[in-house]
């Protein structure tokens, strides 16, 4: 009798189905993951992806180049201003315009400033998702510094449209050195206090390292760039591959991990924005003189003045919002090193108003199809931390 | 060393594979190769396992629709790169809009999937041998591929944003 129980229990096996989302805290976006679980250990995984799909591949079939701007603010939203410059360099390859050494090294400042926003969102959250509520509180008032400082040179905080194609839209006025400055000073003594919360944590050590595991050459099958592959201890960074806005004249190390762990991608992401500070002061000590725009005038909107003034530059700048500019025929990769890997815009132009075809290689999307293989075996607790240490965005899976 | 370069790498993909490759050119500097669909998987995995230019990750697949080129309409195009050698490489396959094959990549590269899915969810391309082809981004009910062409993203009745009227 007892045995016959013992047989029927091994055949009726159940496994729970859970959904993890689409809306829940912890996924910190809006995408669905059907987990099927054996108490709580997660045996396979299956994601849904597209529910703040927004079709801006299509809609910028439709746009002026200038006006495409303002999608890629949307795409990976923690790091705007790395997408919005992306997508300048772009046309300015498409151009053959080469942007002045002051704009080139601006445009670094403020690339860098969106890195360590983005590195820094994510790693609080992921002291967050191990249970440290504290240092995100901390980290979060520095991200308003940041969103500060892109508010002064821009006028938006979130979605910053920030510069334009030929250049910069304004200089940096004086309240923009002051608040560089005083976050070049102030910042990383908060941020080593931020360091020694989580990074020799015994509770944070045993919560991170050995969890959603993935080695460098399934990493490398499945695309990953960025943080995610350093993890895993591959140095492939963008910025040093292709340098692009000049910089090639930083000195700055790429950090690597070695496990492909949570706690390396944590890591990776923590020597980088030390890293980003280095860029920036480097950046802010050397900024060259100089214009801070091409002389592209069928893109770069002429100054107020002129075009209140000066016939031409009234042409221009009717001929610039009605998108009228010609534009040369061709295709060009352009590839940026985002917040979370590799941004690159595929444009395909046919001497339109619009692009004939624009494909964004969103980072995000791409990697977070291992996120299945990492989580499996393991527990769920670990998956939501993997989940945050890799820094999904909504905005960039979707598109 | 070789000198690997443009130059030397249709040099050495032409040896391989012939009339296959239907074309090459160099559009701002990144080589792009048209090949024959059906080989796209050889071609592939030929790059990746070349010892010297170890063209080994797949950047990104995306496609293009262009409705005036008769049985070619449809375009999947694939961007690999070499990280030792540093180098990118565009391939391009062209298909019928009737009947879009493309062998699919996934068994090469795992990160092929979604970017597989993505391309068909746009364009309808059908990946052959894809473990699991269905729409990744828009709803599954969509009985259309909403990036070919056909589909003007304005109303079709507006007039006021036609090209004529900015002298094109």
Not at chain 1, 286 to 291: E, F, H, R, T
Not at chain 1, 376 to 398: H, P, Q, R, T, Y
């Amino acid at each position: 009798m007892q045995e016959s129980i013992e047989l029927n229990k091994e055949e009726v096996k159940e496994y729970t189905t859970l959904n993890l989302g689409p809306t829940h805290p912890a996924t910190h976006g809006i995408f669905q993951n059907i987990l099927k679980m054996d108490g709580e250990i997660i045996i396979d995984a299956e994601q849904t992806v597209g529910y703040i799909h927004r079709a801006f591949e299509k809609i910028a079939e439709r746009r002026p180049f200038y006006q495409i701007t303002t999608l890629t603010d949307r795409l990976n939203y923690c790091s705007s201003p790395i997408n919005n410059m992306g997508w300048h360099m772009t046309v300015e390859k498409l151009l053959q315009v080469e942007v002045p050494k002051r704009a080139q090294y601006m445009r670094v400042i403020i690339m860098e400033l969106a890195r360590i926003a983005d590195h820094l969102v994510c790693n609080a959250v992921v002291g967050v998702d191990t249970g440290a509520l504290t240092g995100f509180t901390y980290m979060f008032q520095w991200r308003e510094k940041i969103y500060d400082i892109y508010e002064q040179i821009c006028g938006a905080r979130l979605t910053t449209n920030i510069g334009r194609i030929g250049g910069m839209e304004r200089d940096f006025n004086d309240d923009v050195y002051k608040k560089l400055r005083e976050f070049l000073k102030e910042f990383p003594k908060a941020f080593s206090e931020f360091c020694s919360l989580l990074e020799r944590n015994r509770i944070f050590f045993d919560r991170t390292i050995n969890t959603g595991v993935i080695s460098a050459e399934r990493a490398l099958n499945y695309g990953f760039t960025g943080p995610n592959l350093r993890a895993t201890g591959v140095d492939y960074d963008v910025r040093v591959m292709n340098p692009y806005s000049s910089y090639q004249d930083f000195d700055f190390a790429i950090p690597v991990g070695s496990n492909g762990d949570t706690y390396d991608r944590f890591m990776v992401r923590q020597q980088e924005m030390w890293e980003s500070l280095k860029i920036i002061q480097q950046a802010l000590d050397n900024l060259p003189q100089g214009k801070y725009y091409a002389d592209v005038p069928e893109f770069y909107l002429p100054p107020k003045e002129d075009v209140y003034n000066n016939m031409e530059a009234l042409i221009w700048h009717f001929k610039i919002v009605m998108g009228e500019a010609d534009v040369p025929k061709g295709e060009v990769y352009h590839a940026v090193e985002g917040g979370n890997g590799e941004l690159g815009f595929y444009l395909i132009s046919d001497g339109g108003r619009a692009p004939y075809k624009l494909h964004f290689r969103r980072p995000c999307f791409i990697y977070y199809q291992a996120y299945p293989e990492m989580i499996k075996g393991g527990m769920l607790s670990d998956a939501v931390v993997a989940m945050s240490s890799m820094n999904v965005i909504a905005g960039e899976l979707d598109a | 060393m070789t000198q690997v370069n443009n130059a030397y790498i249709v040099e050495e993909v032409q040896a391989a594979f012939g009339t296959d490759i239907l074309e090459h050119q160099e559009p701002y500097g990144m080589l792009t190769l048209v090949i024959n669909p059906a080989k796209i998987v050889d071609l592939l995995t030929w790059f990746k396992q070349h010892p010297i230019i170890q063209a080994g990750f797949l950047t990104d697949i995306s496609g293009a629709h262009f409705p005036d080129l008769k049985g070619g309409e449809l375009n999947a195009v694939y961007h690999i790169q070499s990280m030792t050698q540093n180098i990118r490489i565009r391939i391009k396959c062209f298909v019928p809009v009737e009947n879009p094959v493309i062998p699919s990549v996934v068994p090469l590269y795992s990160g092929a999937n979604w970017m597989e899915r993505e391309t068909y969810d746009y364009y309808g391309i059908q990946f052959e041998g894809h473990p699991n082809l269905k729409r990744i981004l828009n709803v599954d009910e969509m009985d259309y591929f909403p990036l070919r062409k056909e589909f003007p993203l304005e109303d079709g009745t507006r007039t006021d944003k036609e090209d004529k009227y900015f002298g094109r």
